[in-house]
T-cell receptor, first 111, second 115 residues
Framework: SQELEQSPQSLIVQEGKNLTINCTSS?????LYWYKQKYGEGLIFLMM?????EEKSHEKITAKLDEKKQQSSLHITASQPSHAGIYLCGADNQAGTALIFGKGTTLSVSS | ETGVTQTPRHLVMGMTNKKSLKCEQH?????MYWYKQSAKKPLELMFV???????ENNSVPSRFSPECPNSSHLFLHLHTLQPEDSALYLC??????????????FGPGTRLTVL
């Protein structure tokens, strides 16, 4: 079965600094999703990537799917306290009926 | 607000109780999902419904019983749960369950504690 590994598990950065979170799949990715979760709450959809080499940006967050389609990175520029939370990557399961998820990366931003 | 609501937000129950979790989506989607999120584990898919038909049951114990009366509502009936079932239960919806590349919209979750 497919597994998603996220790194790092947790991250503390100073406000204004840049950071990158990685998501590595054990199998080829056909759809890669990034979500953000505040502790104990639901997931907020950030971006979806489909094609190798695809890159999408929303405000100060950029996500990229590598050419071989087995890894994605999420980059935050000039981090702010509002960026704090848990970032999860998800991928379409083999049947295409639901998503599998990584364990998440907890981001803290200190001011 | 994602267009998916869940009630209750918090639930504490004993092992012999029977309770139900409710999910409602206001997005006109055809697929609905139940996920379980436990500490330090990835989200686990429990059930998938497409047009009120269950299309996936991910080896979930029978003490969890889903019900989907229409494409806007999804329930999870709980009975004789175990303390290890304590977790955040998340509901999600999407346009379709049979086509990939469609994002899922999540509700805020129900925090369940089993005593």
């Amino acid at each position: 079965s497919q597994e998603l590994e996220q790194s790092p598990q947790s991250l503390i950065v100073q406000e204004g600094k840049n950071l990158t979170i990685n998501c590595t799949s054990s199998k080829t990715l056909y759809g890669l999703y990034w979500y953000k979760q505040k502790y104990g709450e639901g997931l907020i959809f950030l971006m979806m990537l489909q094609k190798g080499g695809e890159e999408k940006s929303h405000e100060k967050i950029t996500a990229k799917l590598d050419e071989k389609k087995q890894q994605s990175s999420l980059h935050i520029t000039a981090s702010q306290p509002s960026h704090a939370g848990i970032y999860l990557c998800g991928a379409d399961n083999q049947a295409g009926t639901a998503l599998i998820f990584g364990k998440g990366t907890t981001l803290s931003v200190s001011s | 607000e994602t267009g998916v609501t869940q009630t209750p937000r918090h639930l504490v129950m004993g092992m012999t109780n029977k309770k139900s979790l409710k999910c409602e989506q206001h997005l006109g989607h055809n697929a609905m999902y139940w996920y379980k999120q436990s500490a330090k584990k990835p989200l686990e898919l429990m059930f998938v419904y497409s047009l009120e038909e269950r299309v996936e049951n991910n080896s979930v114990p029978s003490r969890f019983s889903p019900e989907c009366p229409n494409s806007s509502h999804l329930f999870l009936h709980l009975h004789t749960l175990q303390p290890e079932d304590s977790a955040l239960y998340l509901c999600a919806s999407s346009h379709s369950a049979s086509v990939p590349y469609n994002e899922q919209f999540f509700g805020p979750g129900t925090r369940l504690t089993v005593l």
